[in-house]
């Protein structure tokens, strides 16, 4: 079945905690994205990749990082979470256009 | 800059309505616009998209949009609505320009269909 995959779907932390979201997909799509969602404000792209070791920011990178060393994975990094980034995190990958989602990981940090 | 306006946090319609869920963009280019749906706890789903051609799109589910180049809008529209509509939707867009692919999403209207 295609599709993306993120780990862990909830996530509680602590401020300052480094932590890694984990994102893989199964299409062979070689575009990438992070997106959080916050209510009312939509989705909002961290970073995207293009390709492997590709690797562009998005509205709102501060924060975050991102790598992609290989086609299928793109984890999220928060190398010292904040609490102002708590929120829903979406994975996609991209083919003509369509964003396939992954299933989300709610993070909470205190 | 590339934005997207939901002007309606929740739209309620009862079942059997048409319903409307309205979305205006704005591009420096030519837009391409998409829909998707959000059931809760799942991620984004896409539902239909206007890249070139005839301006009235039909999607999944029954959906339709239509692109109206005057207005800078691209509302989703179903003849009938059903309960299991009820969801959060989300209009976006991305300038055909941007290389980098990069989609923006509007701040999403909720579908509230009332039996």
Known sequence: EAQVTQN????????????????????????????????????????????????????????????????????????SPSPNQTSLYFCASSLGGIQYFGAGTRLSVL | AQSVAQPEDQVNVAEGNPLTVK????????????????????????????????????????FEAEFNKSQTSFHLKKPSALVSDSALYFCAVRDRNNAGNMLTFGGGTRLMVKP
């Open chain 2, 23 to 62: 979305c205006t963009y704005s591009v420096s280019g030519n837009p391409y616009l998409f829909w998707y749906v959000q059931y809760p706890n799942r991620g984004l789903q896409f539902l239909l998209k206007y890249i070139t051609g005839d301006n009235l799109v039909k999607g999944s589910y029954g």
């Open chain 1, 8 to 79: 862990p779907r909830y996530l509680i932390t602590v401020t300052g905690k480094k932590l890694t979201v984990t994102c893989s997909q199964n299409m062979n799509h070689e575009y990438m994205s992070w997106y959080r969602q916050d209510p009312g404000l939509g989705l909002r792209q961290i970073y995207y990749s293009m390709n492997v070791e590709v690797t562009d920011k998005g509205d709102v990178p501060e924060g975050y990082k991102v790598s992609r060393k290989e086609k299928r994975n793109f984890p999220l990094i928060l190398e």
